[in-house]
């Protein structure tokens, strides 16, 4: 797990932490199951309050991004998890809008833009 703390940031310690945590399981980096650095050990690992690490994990347990258990650590849930099966299709319907959007400057058809989505697909898969 990488973080990267910006002082000159507008967002508090604490949330720029849950961001990047979020973000790093969204897009795979952090698998499901794997274990989180520990509240002390990040803290350290970042020069920062144990308080503000608490909060952080806090928030992303509440948000179902990850799990505590007990006398273990923290650990990334499921891929299968609601919240983060969510937050996957929101991206997705965030990058189909804006592919459409592109794909209407480009005077596309709908037939068209079905088509390349089609053959995308089935490159995909191969």
């Not at 806090?58 to 891929?79: A, C, D, H, P, Y």
């Given at each position: 797990m990488h973080i990267v703390i910006s002082n000159s940031s507008d967002l508090p310690i604490?949330?720029?932490i849950k961001d990047q945590v979020k973000e790093q399981i969204l897009s795979g980096e952090l698998i499901?199951?794997?274990m989180l650095p520990s509240l002390r050990q990040l803290a350290k690992d970042l020069k920062i309050s144990v308080l503000t690490t608490t909060r952080a994990y806090?928030?992303?347990?509440?948000?179902?991004?990850?799990?505590?258990?007990?006398?273990?650590?923290?650990?990334?849930?499921?891929?299968g998890s609601d919240l983060i099966r969510e937050q996957l299709i929101r991206d997705v319907e965030l990058n189909l809008t804006r592919a459409?959007?592109?794909?209407?400057?480009?005077?596309?058809t709908n037939d068209?833009?079905?088509?390349?989505?089609?053959?995308?697909?089935e490159v995909e898969n191969d």
């Open positions: 604490y949330a720029q499901e199951d794997e806090n928030e992303l347990e509440q948000e179902g991004f990850i799990t505590s258990r007990q006398g273990k650590g923290f650990f990334v849930m499921s891929s459409i959007q592109s794909a209407g400057r480009a005077a596309m068209e833009i079905i088509s390349l989505l089609r053959l995308l697909l």
